[in-house]
């Protein structure tokens, strides 16, 4: 295993993966996610301050700069989604290099990210802005930690970076922020680093880089906080009510997100004791603690995994760090690491599965599977390369967006605050959502008018199906999805695209 320990070695791996799985993607996947589609209709081919009160765009941005690089298509989401994967290894890599002062324990870290379920098979399809926080507070952690020991400018201007690039990312990073603050506050040596004015590279830079989409949120009449609350308390119960459902519901999903990578390293180096002393250790207590006050206070009952980022990455360092510190998962790194790397070997191979199985089983939708690629080509065969399209919904319109560049989509429901504004004139306006699959010889499925369409079409439009066939299955009837088609005309298609 030495070969993965060093830089050298972890840079080679972190590559090797993101190519291996890019080109699955590319080669085998016949459509974006629901996350990546999402990007791409928020994006819409240009670039703003912002696009959305959910969340800051700085992936919106990053995929702007992919696709001015290798042009639209899935090949600059696979390359963008598969790159910030391999930048997370290696962020981790760097994090727990520096909290265990050991290669061996940076690799072992690494590697045993691989016993998340989130990173081992999470962010090959799932996540866009969280890639980036969750690189962001590896970096963010590490810079600081390592500042603590030597003041340099080039560590404040890192850490100033990480920062940034945290909040541009996800809203929640601002909890990392806060966390280290007190953290510091409480020790002598963090009161040193708070005393040094280079420190102040990080307000500045985080004000300089929030300013654009904050305003452009302000102007659109949004507020993140507002969003944000309602967001998290996603039942209309009574405060009390959600107050002890999310009391619950906090730590399930802590847990959960930290398992099984925290029985695997609890058994391989607990003794039944740590010695927890110092900043990490502090500023771990302190990102759990004030997740939970304030997921309570709110009355979060919309706590998932997925949510966990900013209140577990550091507790996960300062787990890591306490039980390496004493002796017996050093001597053990060796299983983690191979560990990590069966469980990779593993996933590729399900991966491999998922893509060539793609009618079993038989009742499962296999969502990541639909021939949005072949529907484009379908719809350039009918003179609709350049459309104005009404998708049902983001997945759909992201993906339109995506393999028919020269066509416009927007989707009548998402997040987007502002449309795009209305075709020129003479574009055909077409409505387009998904009526299901068959398999085999089935007939296709019924015509039906979603709410969100209808609310756009006049009684008695008449309606057309347009099908795209599966790629083969290795188990299981090959499938056809079948969408169906509407005409709209200019008047009603200005109103919808927000003319």
Request: proline share 6%.
């Amino acid at each position: 295993m030495r070969v993965v320990v060093g830089w050298p070695g972890i840079l080679a791996f972190a590559v090797l993966y993101a190519l291996v799985h890019g080109a699955l993607a590319v080669g085998l996947g016949t459509g974006l996610n629901r996350d990546d589609a999402e990007a791409a209709e928020m994006l819409q081919h240009r670039l703003a301050a912002a696009y959305q009160v959910r969340n800051p765009p700085l992936y919106e941005w990053l995929l702007w700069g992919v696709e001015r690089v290798v042009g639209v298509g899935p090949l600059s989401h696979a390359l963008l989604r598969h790159a910030l994967v391999a930048g997370v290894f290696a962020a981790a890599y760097h994090a727990g290099r520096t909290v265990t002062r050991d290669p061996r324990g940076g690799a072992a870290f690494a590697f045993g990210l691989f016993l998340t379920v989130w990173f081992a098979q999470g962010f090959l399809t799932w996540g866009t802005h969280t890639l980036i926080l969750t690189m962001a507070i590896f970096g963010f952690a590490a810079t600081l930690l390592r500042l603590m020991e030597a003041r340099t400018w080039g560590r404040h201007c890192a850490l100033a970076g990480f920062a940034a690039a945290g909040l541009l990312a996800k809203w929640s990073f601002a909890l990392v922020l806060l966390t280290a603050l007190l953290a510091l506050v409480a020790d002598a040596p963090g009161r040193r680093v708070l005393g040094d004015r280079r420190i102040l590279l990080v307000p500045a830079l985080c004000a300089l880089a929030l300013a654009p989409p904050l305003l452009w949120i302000a102007g659109a009449g949004e507020s993140v906080l507002a969003m944000s609350q309602a967001n998290l308390a996603e039942r209309g119960a009574p405060w009390a009510e959600r107050v002890v459902e999310a009391a619950w519901r906090f730590p399930v999903a802590l847990l959960l997100f930290l398992l099984p990578w925290l029985g695997v390293v609890a058994g391989l180096g607990w003794h039944g004791r740590c010695r927890v002393a110092g900043t990490l250790p502090r500023w771990a207590l302190l990102s759990v603690l004030l997740a939970f006050l304030g997921a309570v206070a709110v009355g979060a009952t919309n706590m998932g995994e997925r949510y966990m980022y900013p209140a577990a990455l550091v507790p996960m360092l300062a787990i890591f760090a306490a039980v390496w510190r004493d002796g017996r998962l050093a001597r053990r790194a060796t299983w983690l690491i191979g560990g990590g790397l069966a469980v990779a070997a593993v996933m590729l191979l399900l991966r491999i599965g998922a893509y060539t199985t793609g009618g079993f089983p038989e009742g499962k939708a296999n969502r990541h599977l639909i021939p949005f690629g072949t529907l484009a080509a379908a719809l350039r065969d009918r003179g609709l390369g350049g459309a104005q399209f009404l998708a049902e919904d983001s997945t759909l319109s992201g993906n339109l967006l995506t393999y028919l560049p020269g066509a416009r989509s927007v989707a009548l429901r998402g997040y987007r605050v502002r449309d795009p504004g209305p075709p020129p004139p003479g574009t055909p306006c077409v409505a387009i959502w998904q009526l299901g699959y068959t398999a085999g010889d089935a007939p296709p499925p019924p015509l039906r008018l979603p709410d969100a369409v209808a609310a756009i079409l006049p009684p008695g439009t008449t309606l057309d199906r347009i099908a795209a066939r599966w790629a083969p299955t290795l188990l299981g009837a090959r499938r056809t999805t079948v969408w169906a088609l509407a005409r709209v005309d200019e008047d009603r298609c200005i109103r919808a695209t927000g003319g």
